[in-house]
């Protein structure tokens, strides 16, 4: 018994599929303005809905930040309103791009060469 294998294009299809699906439903979240200077592992950030849902509903989460950078205890904060809608809605578009042009690829059978075309004699 002879294992067919999927093609190169189909597995990579498959996992752009799942990436596009990653990319349209994981939760995803926004660093917060303001504070000490941007690094992946000290800036601040606040968790967004997923964003199918953001998308649908006003994703709009509040947080506390510092009003100058490099904050200490005791700085003054304020409540900033971080919008996570537009973000989201750029997401799903991603995603759903993603998914339709990898399901088209991963379906789409290549097409075989089977030799010249036949030609029929035509009547004049």
Same mark, same amino acid.
């Given at each position: 018994?002879?294992? $067919?294998? #999927?093609?190169?294009?189909?597995?990579? !299809?498959?996992?752009?599929?799942?990436?596009?699906?990653?990319? !349209?439903? !994981?939760?995803?979240?926004?660093?917060?303005? /303001?504070?000490?200077?941007?690094?992946?592992?000290?800036?601040?950030?606040?968790?967004?809905?997923? #964003?199918?849902?953001?998308?649908?509903?006003?994703?709009?989460? $509040?947080?506390?930040?510092?009003?100058?950078?490099? #904050?200490?205890?005791? =700085?003054?904060?304020?409540?900033?309103?971080? =919008?996570?809608?537009?973000? !989201?809605?750029?997401?799903?578009?991603? /995603?759903?791009?993603?998914?339709? $042009?990898?399901?088209?690829?991963?379906?789409?059978?290549?097409?075989?060469?089977? /030799?010249?075309?036949?030609?029929?004699?035509?009547?004049?």
């Amino acid at each position: 018994m002879t294992r $067919i294998w #999927p093609s190169r294009r189909r597995t990579w !299809a498959i996992f752009a599929i799942l990436v596009g699906l990653w990319i !349209a439903f !994981a939760p995803f979240s926004r660093p917060l303005p /303001g504070g000490a200077v941007f690094s992946f592992e000290s800036t601040p950030e606040i968790n967004c809905q997923t #964003p199918v849902v953001g998308m649908l509903g006003d994703d709009r989460p $509040i947080a506390l930040v510092y009003t100058k950078p490099l #904050p200490a205890v005791g =700085d003054p904060t304020t409540e900033r309103q971080i =919008d996570c809608t537009s973000r !989201a809605r750029f997401r799903v578009a991603l /995603g759903v791009i993603l998914v339709t $042009i990898s399901t088209a690829l991963a379906l789409n059978r290549p097409r075989t060469n089977s /030799g010249p075309p036949v030609q029929h004699a035509t009547e004049v």
